[in-house]
């Protein structure tokens, strides 16, 4: 109950949402009491004047004040309402602030006959009789209380009698009245781009479906404004339900005890109704389940990050009564499987980051003169984050603009501490793999395609598959055009994880040349990653030393261009799972001891030779040389038995292919496009993994060789521009599945098999406009 004395600040300009006007002899302690009871459960702020009635005195100007600062007044008129000059001045001010104010007047005639109540009639005339002679000096004030009383009764009210049913029905209905009257406004006026969130998110809730309960989720990244689009839509439409309650941070509460949910769910949805202890979460549940099976509600979830949460919360549709809806909040999108639909609300677009970051920095909803442009980096920066929007606009509030140079400078260093919190949130609930995931893909794959991140993330055993399924799921990547995706805010996160938690595991661009040169405890290098050659270590003379790698015993990935080392490395780490070396400024590499290597990739250098050793390499499944214009010959490739993907295109001087090459059973794409002076082939290809042969424009090459029956995967060959190429051997029509042969610009080339025409998966063989070959 709400009394004088704990009024604080308005809401939406008034301390009060209702005012009870009442007789207390007729109606105190029954239905003014029940009233009462369910506004204050629909969280609405209700003065009801806790003091019995004073004979003889004036109403009291801290009454007079409370109705002044109340929205709505509820004017309950009862059998002696009129007895009393206290109720009578108290109506007087209502009707008063009905026209000077908006105040919004609601009448409800308890046990007495509307048009009595308007006419002055029966009691409300004796009543009035009474007053006549006790205030013949005050007729004014009497005449008032008349005018007042007849325009009060003429409002659209409530008539409560004996013969129109039980008096719950009638609280419930001025509840939902009042509840839909009072909107919240004022707490909304800083949520900009709202509306469109919330009809979105209501349109999925499909309050027309009134048999049905219905659970959504919403699901985003930390700081997209979740908890913040959930508490308004609450706000708005809890009033439509028996019962409702928004329970936030369910991921911290339950830490420490599910029971106090439970207890707050039960309380907040039957009131004084529930009193009982809840001690363990099963018993909780149940509880939860036998009490609102049969109500009408709205429970909001905020923040959930555990099935278990919502095995003890909300397990099943069939815990709520017809018409209830479950709103959960979450980061992983994977706990919202079981729910009607899902809702991922989207960053905020450019003129909404500018009003909402301008309402925080500048109090209006542009930026000011001169601010322009500084506003317009940190909108870039934020991406449109609400959160980060809020977070710096109250940040950079009232500062010069000297200090948001310095403090921009800064945040591209380091993230700023509030937004970097919140986001981490997500990252410590993942999983050791998905951790390992997350950091490479912030420090070199973001933007990257997702199936070459994949191939190189498993390289190293981290399980991308289902690690990136679950970094989508936590909204903290997304993909597109088959491309990953991740936010700028997140992306500097993972960055400054790193350099807190595993500082020197990951070194990007060329932040490692000061490092490595000043260290020679370099064990904790995990991956070194640069796009780009370091100008300054281009040159022979200021390149690493050739043992560069020497102390590097944990480095699994090694992803550099160009003159890394000033002279050919003597040595690679035996860890070493994946290593890109483009433009590799020198003739020869030896890989003889990287036997935990997986994919070597060197594009555009000045490779020559290639040395394998003898010694299994087991996991090897990617070799690219493609440009290595001075590449001579294949090495022996029996030592690499697991080979999927071998790219060797454009090694314009490639003159012979190992025969070992035409044995690698695990072997699932050739491409040796381009390979001008490749002369021959193995004589016989045995390789049944494979599915694409590509083999055009290899000028030198005259003869095909003969492939094995056990070739039932391989689907297409591409022969086009083997101006020299005399035969394709008739062993080719035993490639079951073979669906496309190009044979365009094959000069010499003068028969075919007759068989090709009888192949039954051949969809397309490509001769060009030749007329030279003989079908």
């Known amino acids: 109950m709400a009394s004088p004395s704990s009024s604080s600040g308005r809401i939406g300009g008034w301390t009060y949402d209702v005012f009870l006007s009442f007789r207390g002899k007729d109606t105190r302690n029954n239905f003014v009491d029940h009233l009462h009871t369910s506004l204050v459960q629909k969280g609405l702020r209700v003065f009801k004047d806790g003091d019995m009635l004073r004979r003889g005195r004036p109403i009291s100007s801290e009454l007079l004040k409370a109705i002044e ?242 095995e003890f919360l909300a397990a099943t549709h069939e815990w709520f009564g017809a018409g209830s809806r479950i709103i959960i909040t979450t980061r992983n999108e994977h706990l919202l499987s079981y729910t009607n639909s899902k809702y991922k609300p989207c960053l905020l677009i450019k003129d909404h980051a500018i009003e909402l970051f301008s309402r925080h920095a500048f109090g209006r909803n542009s ?89 190189v993330l498993d390289s190293f055993g981290f399980d991308p598959v289902i690690g990136i399924s679950a970094l989508i799921e936590k909204s903290l990547i997304t993909v597109s055009n088959k491309r990953i995706h991740m936010h700028d805010v997140l992306q500097e996160m993972g960055m400054e994880i790193i350099r807190k938690c595993y500082p020197n595991s ?32 281009s040159d022979e003379n200021t390149g690493f030393s050739a043992d560069v790698f020497e102390n590097m015993k944990n480095l699994r990935l090694l992803d550099i261009c160009g003159g890394f080392t000033s002279c050919e490395p003597t040595t690679l780490p035996d860890e070493l799972r994946w290593l890109r070396w483009d433009e590799y400024p020198f003739s020869c590499l030896s890989v003889a001891n990287m036997r935990k290597l997986v994919g070597l990739i060197m594009i555009g250098g000045e490779i020559e030779h290639l040395l394998i050793g003898n010694k299994v390499m087991h996991y090897l499944k990617l070799i690219d040389l493609r440009d290595s214009f001075s590449f001579r010959t294949l090495p022996d490739f029996s030592w690499t038995p697991n080979i999927e993907k071998l790219i060797l295109s454009n090694c314009c001087n490639l003159v012979k292919v190992h025969e070992s090459v035409g044995y690698l059973r695990r072997l699932v794409y050739l491409d040796m496009n381009g390979c001008d002076n490749l002369k021959s082939l193995p004589s016989m290809i045995e390789m049944e993994s494979l599915e694409t042969l590509i083999l055009s ?79």
């Not at 991406?383 to 980060?388: D, F, K, R």
């Not at 948001?404 to 970097?420: D, G, M, Q, Y």
């Not at 990007?508 to 270590?537: T, Y």
């Open 367 to 455: 930026p000011l003169e001169g601010y322009e442009e500084l506003s317009n980096r940190v909108i870039r920066y934020t991406s449109g984050l609400p959160l980060a929007l809020k977070v710096l606009g109250s940040f950079f509030r009232k500062r010069e603009a000297s200090v948001w140079e310095s403090a921009l400078n800064r945040l591209a260093k380091t993230p700023n501490v509030e937004i970097f919190e919140t986001l981490k949130v997500s990252f410590d609930g993942l999983e050791a793999s998905e951790k390992k995931i997350f950091l490479d893909i912030a420090c070199f794959y973001k933007g990257h395609n997702e199936e070459h991140v994949t191939r």
């Open 506 to 537: 990951r070194l990007w661009q060329n932040e490692f040349h000061d490092f490595i040169k000043k260290n020679r405890n370099l064990e904790a290098i995990e991956a070194i990653v640069s796009a780009h050659v370091d100008e300054d270590m």
């Open 69 to 310: 600062e109340s929205r709505c007044a509820v004017v309950v008129f009862s059998e002696h309402y009129a007895d009393s000059c206290w109720c009578l001045d108290e109506l007087g001010k209502i009707m008063e602030c009905q026209d000077r104010i908006g105040q919004k007047v609601l009448p409800v005639f308890y046990h007495v006959d509307p048009s009595d109540v308007r006419g002055q009639k029966r009691d409300f005339a004796t009543a009035f009789q009474q007053h006549e002679e006790k205030f013949k000096e005050e007729m004014d004030r009497v005449n008032k209380w008349r005018k007042a009383l007849a325009a009060a009764a003429s409002l659209s009210g409530w008539h409560i009698s004996p013969v129109n049913g039980g008096e719950s029905l009638f609280i419930n209905k001025i509840v939902h009245e009042i509840s839909s009257y009072i909107q919240p406004s004022r707490m909304e006026n800083n949520l900009i781009g709202i509306e469109s969130r919330i009809n979105e998110l209501n349109s999925l809730l499909g309050a027309e479906a009134t048999h049905e309960v219905r659970m959504v989720g919403i699901c985003g990244m930390g700081g997209i404004g979740k908890t913040t689009i959930a508490k308004a839509l609450f706000r708005r439409i809890s009033y439509r339900f028996d019962g409702s309650s928004f329970v936030k941070g369910v991921r911290e509460n339950s830490k420490r005890d599910i029971c106090t949910l439970q207890q707050q769910i039960l309380k907040d949805v039957l009131g004084t109704h529930h009193e009982s202890l809840i001690k363990d979460p099963e018993d909780g549940a149940e509880m939860i389940q036998t009490r609102f099976c049969n109500k009408k509600v709205l429970l909001v979830l905020d923040d959930v990050d555990d099935f278990k949460q919502l």
């Open 697 to 775: 424009y290899c000028y030198s090459l005259e003869e095909f060789p003969k492939v094995s029956p056990c070739m039932v995967k391989l689907s297409s060959i591409n022969l086009d521009g083997c101006e020299n190429l005399k035969n394709i051997p008739n062993s080719i029509c035993e490639l079951k599945n073979l669906k496309t042969l190009h044979l365009y610009d094959c000069m010499k080339l003068q028969t075919l098999p007759e068989e090709l025409g009888r192949m039954k998966k051949l969809e397309e063989i490509r001769l060009g406009f030749k007329d030279h070959i003989k079908a």
